[in-house]
């Protein structure tokens, strides 16, 4: 993250809009239900005479700026934090929905009093919580089917008695720029605790867009549920990002540590719910105490830490120890390597929402796809589909009753296997070909190497019910129907 050249303006804009006056609010223990919605990435793509080609090649190419992104972020150092701790014993459930422009989505209530639900896509592989901010947000390049770019929710920060910028002198600043913040408010001296700078404008790379905006206090409400002095993002402008984004990760000032959640857990629904009146639930536990019961059919794997530490942005990811690769009955042979970060923070395997296929470093892919091609060769190559879809391989099955596909399984350290349905990792083109749907460095594009090896997307995990163990530091699965 760093200041844009067009900061200046976002900071000026935001100091004549802002009301910065302090808020009092309490908290309550509750149960409350929102919904987790997918959000596809069909893009401009999604009507009913569409090319699927064209969409498989969209899904690979957003698959892979993603998957770029992640293996070369960069983001300042942040501080470790127990906010959050005065929320206990309490268990959220916010529904949680799939759109047409890619991932999935909560809806979030801030403010004094409280403003409308605003969408959020919710991230595992990012920290910060932000939204759409001031009557004068823009979003270029935002013509994703059913979104009005002119249109998109907005918070307005001078309606709340709650809003108030985050000071360059204020703990929370560092949490994104890092400890030497300080030294960026020019004209702050560090002996004026009342110093009147407001901490630096932000700009947030991602996949595929970015967005730049100024850090308030505010105050996040669920129905039965307040939580104030929530640090969150403000943002003026934004290139290709439809809705706020809700990060998930491992850092300060995401929404988990932020809350003080011993866990959160949440179903994946089906992508053919894209749009649909359907949701799942995003279940939050801020429940006291790290017990170490677990959830009665859930397999489980332990979390791990990049080495290189928080002071990386992969600091940010959550690391599961993926074993082994199974292809039928077949072990597919990755070098160890890859599976586990090493001492320079490179390699090893991440669970990461906001990802649609699952990516794989070239060297793992081909090795993968060299399987199925050996199981499955009485079936022929169909070579311009895997051309113009950036996907292989594909196999042309037209004309054949009954087609052989090889099982996919992922084993984890401890034990844990995810067998994943036929429909997770192959996608029918028409009638005819069929192709493994897995995302790689070579597949729609060079990337760069670096960062982790393989990226578990959602395409891949849908009806699985995930549960993010944070107190006891491991992930658990198991496959359900979602809707």
């Known amino acids: 993250m760093a200041a844009s050249p067009f900061s200046l303006i976002c900071l000026f804009s935001l100091l004549i809009l802002l009301l910065t006056t302090d808020a009092?609010?309490?908290?309550?223990?509750?149960?409350?239900?929102?919904?987790?919605?997918?959000?596809?990435?069909?893009?401009?793509?999604?009507?009913?005479d569409s090319d699927p080609l064209k969409i498989l090649h969209s899904l690979a190419s957003s698959s892979l700026s993603r998957a770029r992104h992640l293996k070369t972020k960069t983001k300042p150092k942040t501080k470790d934090s127990?906010?959050?701790?005065?929320?206990?014993?309490?268990?959220?459930?916010?529904?949680?929905?799939?759109?047409?422009?890619?991932?999935?989505?909560?809806?979030?209530?801030?403010?004094?009093?409280?403003?409308?639900?605003?969408?959020?896509?919710?991230?595992?592989?990012?920290?910060?919580?932000?939204?759409?901010?001031?009557?004068?947000?823009?979003c270029a390049d935002c013509n994703f089917p059913n979104v009005?770019?002119?249109?998109?929710?907005?918070f307005i920060p001078k309606r709340s008695s709650s809003s108030q910028l985050i000071g360059c002198q204020n703990p929370k600043c560092s949490w994104i720029f890092g400890p030497n913040v300080e030294s960026r408010c020019k004209g702050c001296n560090p002996r004026n605790k009342t110093c009147p700078l407001a901490c630096p404008s932000y700009l947030i790379q991602y996949g595929l867009g970015f967005t730049a905006g100024l850090l308030l206090s505010e105050t996040l409400r669920f129905p039965s549920k307040t939580v104030p002095n929530f640090l969150v993002g403000c943002s003026i402008l934004s290139n290709r990002q439809p809705a706020g984004i809700a990060g998930f990760g491992r850092t300060s000032e995401s929404l988990p540590s932020q809350l003080g959640l011993k866990k959160f857990s949440y179903c994946l629904l089906s992508r053919k719910f894209d749009d649909a009146p359907v949701s799942s639930s995003l279940v939050l536990d801020t429940?006291?105490?790290?017990?170490?019961?677990?959830?009665?059919?859930?397999?489980?794997?332990?979390?791990?830490k990049n080495p290189v530490g928080s002071s990386s942005a992969f600091g940010e990811f959550y690391y599961v120890g993926l074993r082994q690769i199974i292809v039928g009955s077949k072990h597919v042979k990755i070098p160890y390597s890859y599976l586990?970060?090493?001492?320079?923070?490179?390699?090893?395997?991440?669970?990461?929402?906001g990802s649609t296929l699952t990516f794989m470093?070239?060297?793992?892919?081909?090795?993968?796809?060299?399987?199925?091609?050996?199981?499955?060769?009485?079936?022929?190559?169909?070579?311009?589909?895997?051309?113009?879809?950036?996907?292989?391989?594909?196999?042309?099955?037209?004309?054949?009753?009954?087609?052989y596909l090889p099982e996919l399984i992922l084993k984890?350290?401890?034990?844990?296997?995810?067998?994943?349905?036929?429909?997770?990792?192959?996608?029918?083109?028409?009638?005819?070909?069929?192709?493994?749907?897995?995302?790689?460095?070579?597949?729609?594009?060079?990337?760069?190497?670096?960062?982790?090896?393989?990226?578990?997307?959602?395409?891949?995990?849908?009806?699985f019910y995930l549960e993010f163990d944070l107190a006891n530091d491991r992930f658990g699965f198991a496959k359900q129907k979602c809707a």
């Open 148 to 154: 009005d770019p002119s249109r998109i929710p907005a």
């Open 287 to 304: 429940g006291s105490g790290s017990g170490d019961s677990k959830t009665p059919g859930l397999s489980y794997t332990p979390f791990y």
């Open 24 to 48: 009092g609010a309490g908290s309550s223990a509750a149960t409350v239900t929102v919904p987790l919605t997918p959000l596809s990435t069909k893009h401009h793509l999604h009507n009913s």
């Open 361 to 403: 470093e070239g060297p793992l892919f081909e090795a993968v796809a060299k399987e199925f091609i050996r199981q499955m060769g009485n079936y022929s190559r169909a070579a311009d589909v895997e051309k113009k879809s950036g996907l292989r391989p594909c196999f042309d099955i037209s004309g054949i009753k009954s087609v």
């Open 412 to 463: 984890f350290k401890g034990g844990a296997k995810m067998a994943l349905p036929l429909e997770n990792y192959f996608a029918l083109v028409g009638n005819e070909v069929l192709c493994l749907i897995l995302a790689t460095d070579n597949a729609a594009g060079p990337a760069p190497g670096g960062g982790p090896a393989i990226i578990l997307g959602d395409f891949q995990l849908q009806n």
């Open 340 to 353: 586990v970060p090493g001492s320079d923070g490179n390699g090893g395997v991440i669970v990461d929402s």
């Open 82 to 138: 127990n906010i959050g701790s005065n929320y206990s014993n309490s268990l959220i459930k916010t529904p949680l929905s799939v759109h047409s422009y890619g991932g999935y989505s909560i809806s979030l209530s801030f403010g004094t009093p409280p403003q409308a639900s605003i969408p959020f896509i919710f991230d595992t592989g990012s920290s910060l919580v932000w939204f759409p901010c001031t009557s004068r947000y823009r």
